[in-house]
């Protein structure tokens, strides 16, 4: 008999058109994702063989040295901050957060401090790492942050790639590069870009932290690809600051299913059908009255079309924030971006759902404006 946790619980369903967002459940995974995962609940597992069994066949995919797991890409952050810190010195590990007497400060370009639920600064100064920004409100130049990779006890250069990073940074493979000539490691977080995962690697960072629960669409998890000696540091880490961040057996094996079915997709195929879906979506939301419907390109490069919906205020009568508010205020709620409200715009992020709320969205938007 199938159980629904929302009639149980008495809890409201959700149509998501945010896109991977954390406090709506970030994604719904696949049957063949949630069926390993559920049977992993069930066995014992000698965790360390688990996680490298498991590293070593995403590693093989991706053409890596070695892939970690933590409990999600904000724990890999403050671990990989905390094993350029310490390396594998056990003495200098149980000491983390305290960093007296190590190279302990951490450069991040002004408009890669986003905030992805947290501070991304903070989930670096949680290992015991002291931020150093480079750059300010106009961006950043290579001299700035050349500058900040010269400041004293420098030992990393945290890169964010992200649709929240403000334009006008230096690109991730030449600060990467910047880096590596001053002898600092480069860590670059990439939680939602597992889609152009490749291209990310290829800025040549010395890990790039990725998450399992967002287009990878897994249980939450966070993987670190990187050398043998990096990806290693960090499991260390798990008898330290890194305890609470610790991976979690269905975690791995919930993000090695999710990773292999990514790699068995058709992904032009998977591109097409999404265009299609985006496509048909704007096109009837574009016969909504006050509403000028189009698709755009994802600003980062992901292979989807996001849907912008931008509303004559005026004449509906409606701010784009009541427009909002009123698709969250009902069973199932529904939720649309909210980075361009205030200029009345209504983002949708629709890879995830499909034709069905699609359609109960066009007609809560109808029954309301037209
Ligand atoms: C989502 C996100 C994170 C956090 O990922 P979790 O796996 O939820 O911890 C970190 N950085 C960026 C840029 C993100 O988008």
Redesign the pocket.
Known sequence: MKTDIHDQLGLRRVINARGSY?PFGVSRSHDAVAAVVAESLKHYFVMSELAEAAGDRIANIYDVESVGFSH????SITMAIAAVMVGEDMDLLYKLPDTCNISHRVVIQAGHL?N?GQP?EQAIRLAGAEVVVAGGQHGCTVEELEAALDTDDVCALMC?E?R?CKPGTVAADQAVALAHKKGVTAVI?A??QDLRLPDVLGFGADITIT?G??YYAGP?C?LALGSKSMVGAMALQEKGIGRAMKLTKEGIIGALAAVELRVQTDMDAWSAEQKSKSDDFAAHLNQIRHLTVACEADQTGLPFLRVRAALDEASAGHTAFQVAEHLAANDPMISVQEHELDKGVLNFEIIGLNRSELEIIYERLSDLLD
Do not use: F, P
């Not at 999600?72 to 724990?75: D, P, T």
């Open positions: 954390t999600c890409a904000a724990g986003v992805y991304v964010v992200s929240l977080d939680a939602a998450s629960q967002k939450t966070g």
